[in-house]
């Protein structure tokens, strides 16, 4: 039988590199922009640690965009869950996965980052999406940042090493004074934070695979609009 135009179970971003990461990666966030990526990091079998943070339990409010989760697992803890969902979904990955029940914190973030590759924000809140970039400048570690509110959201490589881009502040400099719409006030559709994410993890994974052109740009998606645009930050 012709298996012409079959793809294999595993995509391996690695293939025909010579510069291939075995990385070991950190999601912050395990709700609509985490889960997902996280899906299909786990799912990739190319990164050599996946760790899951996240301190919250599942609501039925979550799973119209949470995409891991399902009935039964309203009231488990998140990473709990996340961790039982993926092994299930991919038995043969080659990534050790772990979860922590854990928020991330200005007296221990250093310490969650230190032996980190990489790290996946996917935070649902201003504060923490700053207190990651910090802590990843401070430790050298690449962060691949995204943020999803109503029909829009965006997604950006940062990496310190490099001299092509800026880290998160150096961007949007600090969290927004006043009233600024988050997920919680505004909401967020469940498809625009599908596609957001798979452009977080998309560049995860071009970054394992030593692909690094993408750090620096910020990417914007306007679901209405039906438009994703770059900018060279």
């Known amino acids: 039988m012709s298996t012409a135009g079959t793809a294999p179970t595993h995509a391996d971003p690695r293939a025909g590199s010579s510069a291939a990461r075995a990385l070991r990666t950190l999601v912050v966030g395990c709700g609509g922009l985490g889960s997902p990526s ?26 119209h965009r949470q995409t891991l989760y399902s009935d039964p ?11 039982a969902s993926l092994r299930a979904e991919h038995p043969a990955s080659r990534t050790e996965l772990t979860g922590v029940r854990a928020r991330l914190r200005p007296a221990d973030a250093e310490a969650l ?3 980190q590759d990489l790290v996946v924000e996917g935070a ?17 570690v690449p962060v691949a940042h995204a943020g999803a509110v109503r029909w829009a959201g965006w997604a950006l490589l940062s990496a310190p090493h490099a001299d092509v881009g800026p880290c998160l502040r150096c961007v949007f400099e600090d969290i927004p004074r006043g009233r600024a719409d988050t997920c919680a006030t505004a909401g967020v559709m469940g498809p625009v934070v599908g596609v957001v994410a798979a452009l977080q993890s998309a560049l995860v994974l071009a970054y394992a695979g030593g692909d690094e052109r993408a750090i ?7 679901a209405l609009a039906g438009k994703l645009r770059r900018f060279q930050a």
């Open 38 to 63: 996280a899906r299909v990091l786990f799912g990739a079998s190319v990164l050599k640690r996946l760790t899951l943070l996240d301190d919250d339990r599942v609501d039925v409010s979550n799973l």
């Open 73 to 83: 697992d309203v009231g488990r803890d998140k990473v709990d869950a996340a961790v």
């Open 113 to 115: 980052l230190a032996d």
């Open 124 to 140: 649902d809140n201003y504060a923490t999406k700053f207190l990651t970039a910090d802590a990843a400048r401070l430790r050298g």
């Open 216 to 222: 620096g740009t910020l990417f914007h998606y306007d």
